[in-house]
């Protein structure tokens, strides 16, 4: 399964499809979005088979700006547009996660967003939304996870009370929990085993 492109918030700001642009109708290849910390990173991992930018407006391809594209390793294209930065080059092997540029407002663009588009190996486009497994329409798309409710931890009080007792884990002051000197083999086995007796009590 892809991942979304940035870490942080994002927003949907245009879908793929036919779209109205300038009172233009026109197909839009790709998915627009904003993340909300402007770094753009890799939905599947794959290889780099393109990191330029065409400035010769004669080759449709200036309009994508500053851009990138992964051939993943499902067999599809993915290509990352109107980057600001480049922070990969041709030939590289890119992880899922690993960071590919920063957004930007290069080429044919109208504000700093990134044009997410998926191609197959017939260079046809592909919904991107379904790609990334989200709605294909205008919204604010949450993949920050939530911090866990301090009441959701109570079911390891218990293992941390005694990895305490036994000078294990200590707390720093500041509501962090910090490992003690080095501990032996088997009080870090028995932790771990009461940890998770405490997780399947829950
Ligand atoms: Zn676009």
């Given at each position: 399964?892809?991942q979304?492109p940035?870490?942080?918030?994002?927003?949907?700001?245009?879908?793929?499809?036919?779209?109205t642009?300038n009172?233009?109708?026109?197909?839009?290849?790709?998915?627009?979005?904003?993340?909300?910390?402007?770094?753009i990173?890799?939905?599947?991992?794959?290889?780099?088979?393109?990191?330029?930018?065409v400035?010769?407006?004669?080759?449709?391809?200036?309009?994508?700006?500053?851009?990138?594209?992964?051939?993943?390793?499902?067999?599809?294209?993915?290509?990352?547009?109107?980057?600001?930065?480049?922070?990969?080059?041709?030939?590289?092997?890119?992880?899922?996660?690993d960071?590919?540029?920063?957004?930007?407002?290069?080429?044919?663009?109208?504000?700093?967003?990134?044009?997410?588009?998926?191609?197959?190996?017939?260079?046809?486009?592909?919904?991107?939304?379904?790609?990334?497994?989200?709605?294909?329409?205008?919204?604010?798309?949450?993949?920050?996870?939530?911090?866990?409710?301090?009441?959701?931890?109570?079911?390891?009080?218990?293992?941390?009370?005694?990895?305490?007792?036994?000078?294990?884990?200590?707390g720093?002051?500041?509501?962090?929990?910090?490992?003690?000197?080095?501990?032996?083999?088997r009080?870090?086995?028995?932790?771990?085993?009461?940890?998770?007796?405490?997780?399947?009590?829950?």
């Amino acid at each position: 399964m892809a991942q979304l492109p940035f870490a942080s918030r994002i927003r949907v700001t245009s879908p793929y499809g036919w779209r109205t642009l300038n009172g233009k109708r026109g197909w839009h290849g790709g998915i627009d979005l904003v993340g909300e910390d402007y770094v753009i990173r890799a939905s599947v991992g794959g290889t780099v088979v393109v990191s330029q930018i065409v400035t010769d407006t004669s080759n449709a391809t200036w309009e994508w700006g500053n851009y990138v594209c992964v051939l993943g390793d499902d067999g599809y294209y993915i290509y990352y547009c109107h980057m600001a930065e480049r922070r990969v080059v041709a030939g590289q092997r890119v992880r899922a996660g690993d960071i590919l540029g920063i957004m930007g407002n290069t080429g044919f663009s109208q504000g700093d967003h990134l044009h997410f588009e998926v191609r197959n190996g017939q260079n046809q486009t592909l919904d991107p939304a379904a790609y990334l497994g989200i709605e294909n329409k205008v919204g604010e798309l949450r993949t920050d996870e939530p911090e866990p409710e301090e009441s959701n931890t109570a079911w390891s009080d218990e293992a941390v009370a005694w990895a305490t007792e036994n000078g294990i884990i200590y707390g720093d002051g500041n509501g962090n929990l910090m490992l003690d000197e080095p501990c032996t083999r088997r009080q870090m086995a028995t932790f771990l085993h009461r940890f998770a007796q405490s997780i399947g009590k829950a």
